[in-house]
């Protein structure tokens, strides 16, 4: 036990009822949403004045309080609102940000450099890479990845001097937060922007690939039970976590105080007593499964890749609650404030002014009031002064002791008394909350956002003139490298990871880029969606391998590979792949300073946001099946059990549309595709009239014939074609989406 260090309990709060019961209950820190920019768009979240209360009303008693700015960014919303926006509370002594958006990140750091910056799970940090590479632009606070095992943890806190906060207690998310797009593509609303519409917790059934239906245990195959991790406390606190999070901006105020308080008392138990003697009362755990649950518990991720036994299979209803209990809860956290306990002497001698000092956690304060009079009839006793001075009201305040010391025919009005008293304890709450004030950053200029933004802008990426036009494809199967090496358009190809899972892995992967090379194109490797300990130790392994290849290049989707080739294979150019999303130009220009050779366009922007964006450096998909959810979690083994080889499934919703489903069996990764491809490639020429260059192809599950399709419809777009054989936006034997091309997202 020699690794755990007091830690912090970090509770959730959609209300400021809720943000008041929770540190009743023992919370240490407290995260929560204001008007915009919160992860949880639907939570109450706090009004400016609220917000304002619970930054001091935390502060005066010893607490935390974390803001989340945790969604994506449009470049209007950035520039115009974001610095307005936190700007009061950073002056009031906001603790710290919690944030997703890249260039976000970055401008909390230039703008306001007082201020701690924790990085999103959303973010999906998943390893000591991505923790280092955040830990170097100023981040104080990594909240890993749902999916991390203790090992995996453990590692990040051995390897990288940065606090870790990880989920203890509440929902999980089928995918790794962040890399969803499944509410997005459905039905517009993203959770990246704080909207998801939780199409997981739905119905599906599953089919395999040649559309023969799979029986299951049950038709809610993609919605997890909640976590509970409260047998396990003491695994994960030696791990070297430093927050425990509890999950539910979005739950009541009875659910919150009621876990927050079960934790409490366990923690305290497991640091006073030690872990050899933790154990958990049959009454705390009865009490956590009676707050709601969601067809029981699990105890997540910490002890296990995935399994059948983390999904509910039945309709994920909570469990209805203990009335008895909520009412319970209710008398002892709900409506009702703490009060810090203060010393106070009060002096009261004829002639001279009243005096009241006041003392708490090494502040004193000393208030003056009216002159005392002589008592012409009945004199103040000692007993009326008391009542009236420790009358601290809806003050922080209760006085535990109070000295009096007066001559005994003195005088004083009780309204004398009352402005005495109020003055003091409102110099008192003034002096506490002193240190936590900051004034604007002296280092910010009148215009210094805008004047940054634009140098920046003149620095990165290739002039306009004289970009050549790219027109890259991806594959994700081997037998589709021929197909598309046959186009001579084609100019880049990326060899998805997925393509080499055998022993001999190596050798096709050297023969395939050498295939590349004799057409006369680029090659680039595209790096796992998620790089965990095992990946990261796997490609350190073989990094001399990748450097010697002849690859032109990586194709990243995470921090952590951003690092690790930065780090392991320098020199190396690489791309980065949308999921590392660019919303707003400070994120494009936060990756640029990372230098890679392009930037991939997120998929969420429609076109009037994408004509604002800076794509001179970037690349956009054009065509291809989107991938809806990246998961840890398999399909086929929770259905039918584990093949180690990887197969292609069909998830079908309630309206018949059918999702693609692939398991990557070497990195146990499981990712859902939209039911139909994405096709903006009749949109070519609008695209570069808005900057771009470079173009994507993205090949999934697509057969010789199927690619041989859609290149001809690229043909016909581009005036090398046979117009008259199918339409630019569609074709005889698919179906196709725009995407968000002209929706977008909220």
């Not at 029986?215 to 919605?223: E, V």
Request: glycine residues 8%.
């Amino acid at each position: 036990m020699d690794r755990i260090k007091k830690p912090e309990l970090l509770a959730p709060a959609g209300s400021y009822e809720t943000f008041l019961a929770v540190l009743n209950a023992g919370a240490d820190a407290v995260y929560l949403g204001g008007g915009f920019f919160g992860a949880r768009a639907y939570a109450g979240n706090l009004t400016d004045e609220e917000l304002f209360r619970a930054i001091d009303y935390a502060h005066i008693h010893g607490r935390k309080l974390y803001l989340t700015v945790n969604t994506l960014c449009k470049e209007q919303e950035l520039e115009e609102r974001l610095l307005k926006f936190l700007e009061p509370y950073y002056r009031q002594g906001l603790d710290a940000v919690i944030v997703q958006d890249y260039g976000v990140l970055r401008l909390i750091r230039q703008e306001f450099p007082g201020l701690l910056v924790h990085a999103s799970t959303q973010m999906s940090i998943a390893g000591r890479y991505g923790a280092e590479l955040l830990k170097e632009l100023g981040v104080s606070r990594i909240v890993t990845a749902r999916e991390l095992s203790y090992s995996e943890i453990r590692d990040i806190a051995d390897h990288v001097e940065i606090e870790i906060e990880s989920f203890i207690h509440g929902a999980l998310c089928y995918c790794y937060s962040g890399q969803c797009l499944l509410s997005s593509m459905l039905g517009g609303r993203s959770g990246n922007r704080g909207r998801c519409a939780q199409p997981c917790r739905l119905p599906y059934e599953v089919y395999s690939s040649k559309r023969g239906k799979i029986k299951t245990d049950g038709s809610f195959l993609l919605s997890p039970k909640d976590l509970c991790t409260i047998e396990n406390l003491p695994k994960v606190l030696a791990c070297g976590v430093t927050s425990l999070k509890i999950e539910g901006r979005m739950k009541q105020a009875e659910y919150a105080a009621g876990v927050v308080s079960v934790y409490r008392r366990c923690l305290d138990t497991c640091l006073e007593n030690g872990q050899n003697t933790y154990k958990v009362l049959e009454q705390d755990k009865k009490k956590l499964y009676d707050f709601g649950n969601r067809s029981g518990f699990t105890d997540g991720y910490y002890g296990r890749k995935n399994g059948k036994s983390m999904i509910t299979f039945q309709k994920p209803g909570h469990t209805a609650g203990n009335e008895a209990l909520w009412k319970e809860i209710r008398a002892a956290y709900i409506g009702t404030e703490l009060k810090e306990k203060i010393n106070g002497k009060l002096i009261l001698n004829k002639g001279f002014p009243a005096v009241l000092e006041l003392y708490f956690n090494n502040i004193a304060v000393t208030a003056q009031g009216d002159l005392v009079q002589k008592a012409e009839k009945q004199p103040l006793t000692e007993e009326k002064a008391a009542e009236n001075i420790k009358k601290t009201g809806n003050t922080p305040f209760v006085f535990e002791k109070l000295d009096i010391l007066m001559e005994k025919d003195v005088f004083l009005p009780v309204g004398a008394l009352n402005r005495l008293r109020r003055d003091a304890l409102c110099m008192m709450s003034e002096q506490a909350l002193a240190s936590y004030r900051r004034t604007e950053p002296e280092t910010r200029s009148e215009n210094g956002v805008r004047e940054e933004k634009e140098d920046e802008s003149k620095s990165g990426g290739t002039e306009k003139s004289g970009r050549k036009e790219i027109l890259a494809a991806s594959i994700e199967e081997r037998d589709q490298l021929l197909a598309v090496l046959s186009y001579p358009e084609i100019t880049d190809i990326y060899l998805d990871c997925l393509c080499y899972g055998g022993k001999d892995w190596k050798e096709a992967l050297k023969a395939d880029i050498a295939r590349i090379k004799a057409a006369k194109k680029r090659a680039y490797y595209i790096l796992p969606a998620v790089f965990r300990k095992k990946t990261a130790e796997t490609y350190e392994k073989e990094a001399p391998f990748f450097s010697a290849s002849g690859l032109d290049g990586m194709v990243v989707k995470s921090y952590d590979a951003i690092w690790f080739v930065k780090k392991r294979l320098t020199g190396m150019e690489f791309l980065i792949d949308q999921s590392l999303y660019s919303y707003n130009n400070r994120a494009v220009f936060a990756f640029l300073k990372e230098q890679p050779l392009r930037i991939t366009a997120p998929f969420e922007l429609n076109r009037k946001e994408l004509e604002v964006r800076r794509n001179e450096e970037s690349e956009i998909v054009i065509y291809g099946r989107l991938p809806l959810m990246t998961s840890a979690q398999c399909v086929l083994a929770n259905t039918e059990g584990c093949k180690k080889k990887s197969e292609l499934l069909y998830l079908k919703d309630r309206y018949g549309k059918q999702f693609p489903v692939k398991n990557n069996c070497v990195e146990c990764i499981n990712t859902i595709y939209n039911s139909v491809p994405l096709n903006l490639i009749s949109r070519k020429e609008e695209l570069k009239r808005i900057g771009f260059s470079a173009f994507r192809l993205s090949f999934t599950i697509e057969k010789k014939e199927q690619i041989a399709e859609i290149m001809q419809i690229y043909r016909n777009v581009s005036g090398h074609g046979k117009t008259n054989l199918m339409s630019s936006e569609g074709c005889q034997r698919q179906e196709f989406t725009s995407g968000h091309y002209k929706r977008g997202v909220e």
